[in-house]
């Protein structure tokens, strides 16, 4: 395949991975759902910044890829803890118990 | 002519009574009460020696108007106050100087033992020196401070035994619809300050009698009248006065009788140049007089309250006197007016010695007759001043009178028949008074028996006041040569004036004695008389009282006059509750309280959007950063 | 002659600082500085008396950024309401002296005298509208604190009423300030140098959004409804404060601001505004005829006389000016009182409704007098101050429209239909059930000291008026037509 072509597909399935994991965020309930979504994103980006560092030979890019890797599992470890704080004070898991911000 | 110049007796004028309540209000009400009217009567003295001094001054031909200081100026505007000693106001001046400290000397004797002694003396000598301003003004803005002042000392002295509920509602009746003539008064100094650039009167006569067209004088003129109309209690005006008489006699002795209410009649007579030369104005004055006066005298003579009638008499009167301004006959209405302060207040006072003696503040004909015999000094009093009021010769009333009934006669017409009707009726209210009173009992009176004659203090100056009434008529020439001066004359003082002899309008001479009109109203008073003996005395078993039913509703409200006018007070009550009450707290307020509720429902609609759900707050992240993003990318 | 302006504004905060700190001793301290601020108030008004120009300027520092300047200076017409200030300061400070009230409350009452002692000399705009706002805090304080059971509603309307009033006038200012910098390049603040004819087309907008300003403090119809409420919570003396000098700003800034920057507007507007005016005399009497509560009732009447004073002043005719300026003096004597009288009253009884009295005449024979002096004086007595005031400014509304004179002149009849019969209800009738007159004594010695100096003020004033209306005269010159 050309390089455009692979450019198109790869913009095509991350985007697609990218929107699917903001739909997952933002519709949906469970707080471990949403964290997945978050990971999805942020895997789509990962995925789109290493194919655009090879296509325009830029290194940078690639140390972009590493901290956004270290970001999302560091968010990862920290949004676990919470949700497990919140299975653990009695509360599911569920966004809509989360209305401390109301009003 | 500098204030130097100025007679020791005019400064006396003022200066008395002003040492008086200042010396009573702070040394006497404090420490001494009952000998308040010590230094009232002291300067009372000083007052009438003053007044009769100016008046041999003005008779010999020193009269003057001079400027004292100027009160208040701001740019062009100026309004000075000054002093005008002429002939019309010094003998009102002289008149109410007497008859007031006679009434005051009264007042020592009926009212001791009040417990508001020294609060009646000072209000008393207050309108004293209020009168005495009056009628000593030099300009109109002058003349309405002491006419206001009139008007408080009026309400104060009206309202004088305040924990009657009567004597409150009756001093608010009178302040205000003296203040509603005010306006009258006020908006005509108003004008005057911008027609005539100046209030002083004899400037104003002065342009007004050069010709200079004026296109505001009507207007000043017709509030001239109303103002007069209100202080003079002539209709619509008058249904204040009969109230008044809540107050204490000597109040309404002085006040309502011979000073305060003829200070209507003396606006007009000092504003006279400006009205008589309002094509219309006169006549129109003359009528409202002549029926208040015919209206008044009708209704007098179904009165029972003494002192009701004599108001009601009073009314008449000043009808009578208005009547005579109107048909341009100034020397009529002053002599009338100097007369009529003699006998009313005489009357008055008879009355307050019969009240006195049965220990009540008023009495009806129900609760007197047959009192000639324990009354002697009363009754002689009284007799006097009411044959004077009737105008029986050779009275001091039958000559000033007559003045009046002459220019009525030469006049013609309706007038003429009404104040030949005047005549008779005032004959038959104070015959019908005199009657009742004095003479043999009546079905439905009390014919007290234990009443004796007043205390000398109180039955001297009654007498006094009666002989005046009698000997009133010896006044005839004094009275025209003062008015004479006033208007035809040569007035000292203003720099303006200096050798300009007067030619104002209206007619200072009294008219020589006419034997067909002298003779035509003797003929009336005595039918007003014979019918007055009729209806009281003359049949023992004929009830005088007028029976209930319609009639009695009619005399009561005065042909539905006071029905009308208390109709009219509460529609400015209820104006003023549906103002302040609907359309203030519930409408205006209503409005900006309600910016409260308003504000708090649009806070609690924006504040829908942030419910505290996590997925609205992403989608607003979403949403947002998209729209950045397309804007940075673009 | 540099010093003496900024004295007479900071010696009554200096005041307000040393009460914070007195503690219970603070109300010596209140009046050793309100008597002070009297004296320098009436040593100024004396020498400046004599000056030629009757101005006594003051330019303090360069100027600071956007062309503030610090700038004082002070007219007869400021001097006069300073002086007012001061006396009523003082009077408040000795009418108080018996209240159980903590530092705070004589530090607001220094705080607010100096506040708008700094209104009165401001010269330069954002300083008088920096004054103009600084006087809402302490009455805010001395509302929402020491004021009745209501007070807290009563003292934030007042506060949000006032200060959206002035929001506007600060847009006016500003956009004033910057139209003149866009056509002259200069920025500046001074009142002397700016000019409404930069403004062009944008004057009308300016102008209305200053008088809207202005009305609201006045108060005019319709944007009075703040001051019955706030008349009514505050403490006696927050009254006296409030009734007898802030009420005054308002036609201070149309003398002031409003009417030397936009003459020909103002004279255009003079139906709408005079009409509003004459509207204000007659809607405030008829409301106070309904009012059951004393101070309600004197809170309306307020509104009434003010309309007489806007009418004078908007005829733009010499007595008209200068009478209407003394009334503004006058209505701070008389409204003053009468606000006294009732908050003596109030201390005693704890009530001030018409019916809840009766009969104290017989008990408080002084209170009576002076109250019933007062209230004469208010109505418009002839002899006394009101007269004065009342009577030129007819005339020069008469001069100006003729109508607006008439519907005055309605207000003037009906002045008494509300004052005598409240003045009967409580002095005069008997006692209803549940009266608490038994509770009023008579007047004390420091309280009838007080009442005195006003009377004899008033009856100054109302006899021999012409030396303080010539005084007056000058500053009020530049505005006749």
Redesign the interface.
């Known amino acids: 395949m050309t390089a455009l072509n692979l450019t198109a597909v790869v913009w095509g399935v991350t985007g697609a991975l990218f929107f699917f994991g903001?739909a997952i965020?933002?519709?949906r309930?469970q707080l471990l759902a949403?964290l997945l979504g978050l990971e999805l994103m942020l895997a789509a980006v990962n995925v789109s910044l290493v194919h655009h560092a090879g296509i325009f030979n830029d290194a940078e890019a690639l140390a972009v890829v590493a901290l956004v890797i270290a970001v999302a599992a560091a968010e990862a470890v920290v949004g676990l803890s919470l949700i497990l704080r919140m299975r653990r004070g009695g509360r599911g898991a569920d966004?809509?118990l989360?209305?401390?911000?109301?009003? | 002519m500098t204030a130097a110049q100025v007679p020791l007796a005019a400064w006396l004028l003022f200066a008395a009574p002003v040492a008086a309540l200042l010396f009573g209000f702070f040394v006497m009400r404090r420490f001494k009460p009952e000998w308040t009217h010590l230094p009232i009567l002291a300067s009372c003295l000083v007052v009438t020696g003053a007044a009769f001094w100016l008046a041999a001054d003005v008779y010999t031909g020193h009269s003057f108007d001079l400027n004292l200081f100027r009160w208040a100026g701001a740019g062009a505007f100026g309004v000075d106050f000054g002093l005008r000693i002429d002939g019309p106001g010094v003998a009102v001046l002289a008149m109410v100087a007497f008859v007031g400290s006679l009434i005051h000397l009264y007042a020592a004797g009926y009212m001791k033992g009040d417990a508001g002694f020294a609060r009646f003396f000072l209000v008393f000598h207050l309108f004293y020196l209020a009168m005495i301003g009056l009628l000593t003004s030099n300009n109109y803005v002058q003349l309405y401070l002491f006419w206001e002042l009139v008007g408080v000392c009026s309400y104060l002295l009206v309202g004088f035994w305040y924990k009657k509920e009567s004597a409150r509602k009756a001093a608010l009746k009178a302040f205000m619809v003296n203040r509603i003539g005010d306006f009258g008064l006020l908006l005509a100094v108003l004008l005057i300050t911008l027609q005539f650039k100046v209030t002083h009167f004899h400037l104003a006569y002065l342009k007004v009698v050069s010709g200079a067209p004026l296109d505001l004088l009507p207007l000043i003129g017709v509030c001239l009248v109303w103002a007069a109309c209100a202080k003079s209690a002539q209709f619509p005006l008058y249904f204040w006065l009969p109230d008044a008489m809540e107050g204490p006699t000597p109040t309404s002795a002085l006040m309502h009788a011979a000073t305060m209410v003829t200070a209507g009649v003396f606006l007009l007579v000092r504003s006279w140049p400006l009205i008589a030369a309002v094509p219309g104005l006169p006549h129109a004055i003359a009528w409202i007089g002549a029926f208040t006066a015919l209206f008044a005298a009708i209704v007098a003579g179904t009165k029972k309250d003494l002192k009701r009638i004599l108001a009601y008499s009073t009314v008449s009167h000043l009808g009578l006197m208005m009547l005579a301004l109107g048909l341009d006959q100034v020397g009529a209405a002053i002599f009338h007016l100097i007369v009529h302060g003699f006998f009313k207040a005489a009357l008055f006072l008879c009355a307050g010695n019969i009240a006195h003696g049965l220990h009540q503040s008023t009495a009806n004909v129900d609760d007197v007759g047959g009192l000639q015999k324990s009354m002697r000094l009363t009754y002689l009093s009284f007799g006097l001043a009411a044959l004077s009021l009737a105008g029986i010769f050779p009275m001091g009333g039958f000559f000033s009178k007559d003045a009046i009934l002459d220019a009525a006669w030469h006049h013609g017409g309706a007038m003429a028949v009404m104040a030949m009707l005047v005549a008779a009726g005032s004959a038959f209210y104070i015959f019908r008074m005199l009657f009742l009173t004095f003479y043999g009992a009546r079905p439905g009176q009390k014919c007290p028996s234990d009443i004796h004659e007043a205390e000398p203090i109180l039955g001297i100056p009654v007498l006094f006041l009666a002989l005046g009434a009698a000997a009133a008529g010896l006044l005839k020439g004094p009275i025209e040569r003062f008015v004479v001066i006033g208007f035809r004359g040569l007035p000292g003082g203003l720099p303006e004036l200096q050798s300009v002899v007067l030619n104002l309008p209206g007619e200072p001479l009294l008219p020589a004695l006419n034997p067909v009109v002298a003779g035509l109203g003797t003929l009336m008073a005595l039918l007003g008389a014979l019918a007055a003996w009729r209806v009281t005395m003359s049949d023992p078993g004929f009830d005088w009282r007028w029976r209930g039913g319609f009639a009695e509703a009619m005399f009561e409200s005065d042909f539905g006059w006071k029905t009308a006018m208390g109709r009219c007070a509460s529609a400015v009550s209820w104006t003023a509750r549906f103002v302040g009450r609907v359309l203030d707290k519930r409408g205006l307020d209503g409005l900006i309280e309600g910016t409260n509720g308003f504000a708090r429902a649009a806070g609690a609609a924006v504040a829908r959007s942030a419910q505290g759900r996590v997925n609205d707050y992403l989608w607003w992240m979403g949403i947002g950063t998209a729209v950045l993003l397309g804007r940075v990318l673009r | 002659m540099s010093m003496p302006l900024t004295l007479l504004w900071t010696l009554p905060l200096l005041g307000a600082v040393v009460c914070a700190f007195m503690g219970k001793r603070a109300k010596y301290a209140a009046l050793a500085f309100s008597a002070a601020f009297l004296g320098a108030a009436l040593a100024i008004t004396w020498v400046a008396r004599s000056t030629a120009a009757l101005a006594v300027v003051t330019e303090l520092g360069p100027v600071w950024a956007y062309g503030i300047s610090y700038r004082l200076s002070a007219d007869s017409l400021s001097l006069g309401l300073i002086a007012l200030t001061a006396l009523l300061n003082l009077i408040c400070v000795a009418s108080s002296w018996k209240l159980d009230v903590s530092a705070g409350y004589w530090a607001c009452f220094m705080a607010l005298a100096s506040a708008l002692t700094g209104v009165f000399l401001a010269r330069d705009l954002f300083f008088f509208y920096v004054f103009w706002e600084a006087t809402l805090i302490p009455m805010f304080f001395i509302i929402g604190l020491w004021g009745s059971s209501n007070r807290m509603h009563a003292a934030l309307k007042f506060f949000l009423f006032t200060f959206s009033g002035s929001v506007f006038m600060l847009l006016a200012l500003l956009a004033l300030v910057s139209a003149h910098h866009r056509v002259t390049g200069v920025w500046t603040w001074d009142l002397a140098l700016l000019d409404s004819t930069t403004l062009g087309a944008a004057a009308p907008l300016v102008f209305w959004g200053l008088v809207l300003g202005f009305a609201v403090k006045i108060p005019m119809v319709p944007l009075h409804t703040w001051l019955p409420d706030a008349h009514t919570e505050a403490p006696a003396a927050g009254s006296v404060m409030l009734a007898g000098i802030m009420l005054k700003m308002g036609v201070y800034g149309l003398l002031r601001i409003a009417l030397p920057l936009f003459p020909v507007l103002s004279w255009e507007a003079l139906p709408i505004l005079g009409g509003l005016a004459a509207l204000s005399t007659i809607y405030g009497a008829f409301c106070a005829m309904a009012q059951t509560d004393l101070k309600r009732m004197i809170a309306y009447s307020s509104i009434a006389h003010l309309g007489f004073c806007l009418l004078g002043v908007l005829s733009r005719t010499s007595q008209g000016l200068v009478g209407g300026s003394l009334q503004l003096l006058n209505h701070g004597l008389t409204t003053g009182a009468l606000f006294l009288m009732v908050g003596f009253i109030y201390e005693r009884a704890h009530k001030r409704g018409l019916a809840d009295f009766g009969d104290l005449a017989s008990r408080a024979p002084y209170l009576a007098f002076f109250f019933g002096f007062s209230t004469l004086a208010s109505i418009g007595l002839p002899g006394l101050n009101g007269f004065v005031g009342e009577f030129m400014s007819l005339s020069g509304a008469l001069a100006a429209l003729p109508v607006l004179a008439f519907l005055g002149l309605v207000g003037v009849t009906l002045a008494a239909a509300y004052a005598l019969p409240a003045f009967q209800a409580v002095f005069w009738a008997p006692e209803g059930p549940g009266s608490v007159s038994a509770k009023v004594t008579d007047l004390d010695f420091r309280e009838r000291g007080v009442l005195w100096t006003l009377s004899a003020l008033m009856l100054w004033i109302g006899l021999a008026p012409n030396a303080w209306l010539a005084w007056l005269e000058p500053s009020l010159r530049g505005l006749v037509r």
């Open positions: 903001l965020v933002t519709l309930r949403m966004a809509a989360l209305t401390e911000l109301q009003g």
